[in-house]
């Protein structure tokens, strides 16, 4: 079968099909066989691993995947690939195809019925409209999973790994940074894509931690606490709390915390590591 990720064997596939792109579903099929590589080499596969690929599209990264790891279950929305896929395909017997949407399918099984529940990789080119629940869904629900390296918009990439005080620090950063150990693989300009979204892209690696990197007694308040002071990232973090409608601290608890913990009473949200969340929200609980 003719490598996908050179243009011109896309372009005949989807000529020979008729296939029609659908916006709603992110469809911009990578077309350069060295992000290609580059990907297959940064989720470090082997042919022990078995792989979870959301999106496969025409199955441009399913065929390099299929080469270097033991299993590909690749999830796709859109039945009008099906035939496609069923070419392109054809030359593996690695490789199961399931016609879902990712956000209603349930990975751990997945895992179960194909790897005996060891940890799995995936890999994607996202499709950018859910990419964070895609990603957060992933880490919260528990799947058993080694790393996740996946095509994102460049922006989002950049926000999984900012570090406090910089301008694209924020709840996505402190979301990801409690799960896994994020590392930009490569920026992917538009023109590696048919057809060519109109942002930048990077690929990106989140490599789940072994053990998380803080203790906290209550997860689900730490993230409430996350998600209120960078909803008003203008404010301190005293008012972004007391303000928030899903926290009911009065304003003198809150004030005792940030006290306790040596901050100045106008220090910003923003400026808190992951630790001094964590540490907030034991105070806090
Ligand atoms: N992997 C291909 C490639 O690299 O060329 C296609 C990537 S394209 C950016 C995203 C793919 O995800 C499309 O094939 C699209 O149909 C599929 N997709 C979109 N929403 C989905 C969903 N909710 N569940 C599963 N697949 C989805």
Do not use: W
Request: aromatic share 8%; net charge negative; glycine share 6%.
């Amino acid at each position: 079968m003719a490598n996908l990720g050179i243009a011109k064997n896309t372009i005949e596939i989807i000529q020979k099909y008729e296939f029609a792109f659908q916006k709603r579903f992110g469809q911009n099929f990578l077309v350069d066989t060295r992000v290609l590589e580059k990907i297959i080499q940064a989720a470090g596969l082997t042919k022990e691993d078995m792989v979870l690929e959301i999106g496969p599209g025409i199955g441009t990264m399913t065929q390099y995947l299929a080469e270097h790891a033991g299993r590909v279950v690749a999830v796709e929305i859109d039945a009008n690939l099906l035939p496609i896929l069923d070419e392109t395909l054809r030359d593996y017997d690695n490789v199961t195809v399931i016609n879902e949407d990712i956000l209603k399918v349930d990975v751990a099984a997945l895992a179960e019925k194909y790897n005996g529940g060891r940890p799995i990789k995936v890999v994607a080119n996202l499709p950018y409209y859910i990419t964070t629940p895609i990603i957060m869904g992933l880490f919260e629900s528990h799947v058993p999973i080694h790393n996740i390296t996946v095509m994102v918009q460049k922006e989002v990439a950049d926000r999984m790994q900012a570090g406090p005080g910089t301008k694209n620090y924020g709840a996505l950063s402190l979301a990801v940074q409690y799960y896994a150990e994020p590392y930009i693989v490569a920026n992917v300009p538009p023109n590696c894509f048919i057809p060519r979204p109109n942002v930048g892209s990077a690929v990106i690696r989140l490599t789940r931690h072994e053990e998380k990197p803080v203790e906290v007694k209550d997860e689900k308040l730490m993230f409430a606490l996350i998600r209120a002071s960078f909803n008003q990232r203008r404010k301190t973090l005293a008012n972004s709390l007391s303000n928030s409608p899903e926290l009911y601290f009065t304003k003198e608890e809150i004030g005792a915390a940030i006290e306790a913990m040596g901050l100045s009473p106008s220090v910003r949200g923003e400026a808190l590591t992951l630790e001094q969340f964590a540490k907030l929200a034991d105070l806090l609980g």
